[in-house]
């Protein structure tokens, strides 16, 4: 059997670790690159998604995810956290869904998702889905 693997950088640690069948390697390199990208596990990452109810007036749609993205982008927060990504997933016709993944660093001690955010998340209104590793949250 062959296998055919597009590479951006095929001189990589991880696609020679893949070539050589080395999982050490591969977790090595792996884990190196996470540390440094400040990804999991070295992050938590909790996704939301704004699914708005159809019978809400679009302006109360838009304040909803406006006040969750200003929390996350507020200097007033948690500073363990931090806004990786929104952006709005399209329906076809309206907004079907609202995505917003928030990152929160993980430090000596700290392997825990902070209390101000949990009662955050935990306040959220039904709208919202919290998707947040059971670990931590």
């Given at each position: 059997?062959?296998?055919?693997?597009?590479?951006?950088?095929?001189s990589?640690?991880?696609i020679k670790a893949?070539?050589?069948?080395?999982y050490?390697a591969?977790?090595?390199s792996?884990?190196?690159?996470r540390?440094?990208n400040?990804?999991?596990p070295?992050?938590q990452?909790?996704h939301?998604?704004?699914?708005?109810?159809?019978?809400?007036?679009?302006?109360?749609?838009?304040?909803s995810?406006?006040?969750?993205i200003?929390y996350?982008?507020?200097?007033?927060?948690?500073?363990r956290?931090?806004?990786?990504?929104?952006?709005?997933m399209?329906?076809?016709?309206?907004?079907?869904v609202?995505?917003?993944?928030i990152?929160?660093?993980?430090g000596?001690?700290?392997d825990?998702?902070?209390a101000?955010l949990?009662?955050?998340?935990?306040?959220?209104?039904?709208?919202?889905?919290?998707?947040a590793?059971?670990?931590?949250?």
């Open positions: 059997a062959q296998l055919l693997i597009q590479a951006f950088e095929p990589s640690p991880f893949v070539i050589d069948n080395d050490d591969f977790v090595d792996e884990l190196v690159q540390k440094k400040n990804w999991p070295h992050t990452s909790i939301l998604l704004y699914r708005p109810n159809p019978r809400v007036p679009a302006g109360d749609q838009r304040s995810i406006n006040e969750v200003g996350f982008s507020s200097p007033a927060k948690d500073q956290c931090s806004l990786l990504l929104h952006r709005p399209h329906g076809k016709n309206q907004l079907s609202y995505e917003v993944i990152r929160v660093a993980q000596a001690g700290q825990e998702t902070p101000s949990r009662e955050y998340l935990q306040h959220l209104p039904n709208d919202w889905i919290v998707d590793e059971p670990l931590f949250f």
